[in-house]
């Protein structure tokens, strides 16, 4: 908590700026309780707040609870909610940096990212960088959940493959199943099967198989697991979770969760998956913003990999037709 | 805002194939319209800020080798920028949007209007019979222009719609009502009358007026 603080002050007297924010879920009381004692401290130490250490540079850190959906963690709609603002996404063409919260530059970075610029300057870039991968470096958290023995955050080098993260941190599957699938990055994320366990933890390699890291969620899924099922859930967790400006983001998702809840009932036509595809790459082109256009990964990366699940969920359904029509 | 952004600066960009003379600040739509090529819209309203919500002015963008799609009522001008606005995905993107909201509002005349110029089926997807397509043109007309937020968005994704406040509707709305011709659909004057009819308080409403 400290090191974020800490480096807010860093960027900030970097950019110039006297305001830092500090932006969290509405449901996580505990977590604004520990920020709320960690600023208490640093500002009983001089650490935070009018003239800090007797330089006479002000910084103070406001904390902000979302608005209670989704969406509300997209860079803009986020600014615009500590505004005062209803979270909508405004375009990126202008970009938050030039033009940001109150129309001031802003600098928005997860606290991850916040917590690891004290270390590097402290300790320096080699010795941040001998850790990870070529391209990914240093560690991430990850948050485990799902069908697997050990759930919870953890910290793990970049490089260290999947398999190893489920099997030796996360423990392995309960109750001897088992595993399916890794689904990665949350609701606009992305699953790798079974057979791909042995992918580094690496931002590209990851991307490359259609499975974003995203904000290091990770969820383990048993021999169990309908994959159809997992992208209706993600769905329709969005279809409430977007703020429902934009058509392409909002319809798309409506009609996409419809067929995949007809798929998932036994109602599923023959065409559903090429109508799938078709109105994910229109949500995925059109879009306002990031949440509209990464809607469909989820169901894009489980039709990838695990395609004849739905051909199988939809030829069920013509079978059982064709045995009404006999 | 535009305005303080728009310099005297001339900035040449294509428009399919065509080149159009456009200056600092402008967007693409605004472009476009200053050369007479026709980009549709149903958010969009030059009283109004751009929205951005519709999409349907979608257009693809070329810019240093990168390809695009945009939104024409929000995408600024810069030098050398290529635009398509009838490619053959973009072409396809209006369409789907069409049916969208054709599944709301099979019979708003500017939809069919669009929907056959780009081939949009309007039972394509099944219906809903919510009416309104959520361009929000009487929400920013009444909050930008009238300045009275007598009508705004409650909730939010998929169960997103338009309400009347029954406490300002009730003063406001009754001599005012110059929202309701910007509605591509019915539906708004519906709601209006619902609201009246359900919640507006009995001595203001028109009927106890009279009286």
């Known amino acids: 908590m400290i090191s974020i603080i800490e480096d807010h002050k860093v960027i900030d007297k970097i950019i110039g700026s006297h305001q830092g924010f500090i932006y969290i879920r509405h449901d996580t009381p505990q977590l604004k309780n520990n920020i709320d004692i960690a600023l208490a401290k640093a500002e009983e130490y001089g650490l935070l707040g009018e003239n800090i250490l007797g330089s006479s540079f002000n910084f103070n850190v406001e904390v902000h609870l979302d608005i209670g959906i989704f969406v509300s963690g997209e860079s803009s709609a986020l600014m615009k909610s500590i505004e005062g603002n209803p979270p909508e996404p405004r375009p990126k063409y202008i970009h938050t940096s030039v033009s940001g919260i109150w129309g001031k530059p802003s600098v928005l970075n997860n606290v991850e990212t916040w917590a690891n610029v004290p270390l590097i300057i402290d300790k320096g870039s080699e010795w941040y960088t001998s850790t990870g991968t070529e391209r990914s470096k240093g560690t991430k958290l990850v948050s485990l959940s799902g069908n697997i023995v050990n759930t919870g955050v953890a910290e793990v080098p970049f490089g260290t493959t999947v398999r190893e993260i489920v099997s030796g941190i996360g423990g392995g599957i309960p109750n001897g199943k088992k595993l399916k699938a890794v689904h990665f990055g949350g609701p606009m994320g992305g699953s790798i099967p079974e057979s791909l366990l042995d992918t580094p933890l690496d931002f590209d390699e990851l991307a490359k198989l259609g499975a974003s890291i995203g904000a290091g969620g990770m969820l383990v899924l048993d021999e169990d697991t309908s994959m159809v099922d997992v992208a209706r859930y993600f769905l329709h967790f969005l279809s409430n979770e977007s703020c429902g400006k934009c058509v392409p983001c909002r319809e798309g998702i409506r009609q996409m969760l419809k067929i995949l809840t007809n798929i998932c009932d036994g109602r599923g036509r023959e065409g559903d998956i090429e109508l799938l595809e078709e109105i994910s790459e229109v949500t995925g082109a059109a879009s306002l913003c990031a949440l509209g256009k990464t809607a469909a990964d989820p169901l894009l990366s489980t039709l990838r990999y695990f395609r004849d699940e739905y051909e199988a969920n939809i030829a069920k359904m013509k079978r059982s037709a064709e045995k009404r029509e006999l | ?211």
Not at chain 2, 27 to 32: F, R
Not at chain 2, 69 to 88: H, I, K, N, W
Not at chain 2, 117 to 128: H, L, N, S, V
Not at chain 2, 151 to 176: L, M, Q, T, Y
Request: glycine residues 4%.
């Open chain 2, 1 to 211: 805002m535009m305005d303080k952004h728009k310099k005297t600066s001339e900035i040449i960009i294509q428009i399919d194939g065509k080149e159009v003379k456009a200056a600092e600040g402008m967007t693409v739509l605004e472009a476009a319209q200053s050369a007479d090529i026709f980009i549709p819209m149903l958010c969009h309203h030059e009283k109004l800020e751009p929205y951005g919500a519709c999409r349907i002015c979608t257009v693809e963008a070329e810019v240093r080798g990168w390809t695009k799609f945009v939104a024409a009522c929000l995408y600024p001008v810069e030098q050398d920028l290529v635009v398509r606005t009838r490619s053959e995905k973009v072409d396809k993107i209006r369409k789907m949007i069409l049916e969208f909201l054709l599944a709301h509002a099979p019979y708003s005349p500017q939809l069919q209007d669009l929907a056959q110029e780009y081939g949009a089926d309007k039972d394509r997807f099944e219906k809903e019979s919510s009416f309104c397509i959520l361009c929000g043109l009487c929400v920013r007309y009444c909050a930008e222009v009238k300045k009275k937020n007598a009508i705004g968005f409650v909730d939010c994704g998929a169960r997103r719609e338009i309400r009347f406040i029954p406490e300002i509707a009730a003063e406001e709305c009754i001599n005012c009502k110059e929202c309701f011709p910007l509605c591509p659909t019915s539906y708004l004057q519906a709601a209006f009358v619902l609201t009246e009819s359900l919640a507006f308080s009995t001595d203001s409403s028109p009927t106890a007026l009279k009286k």
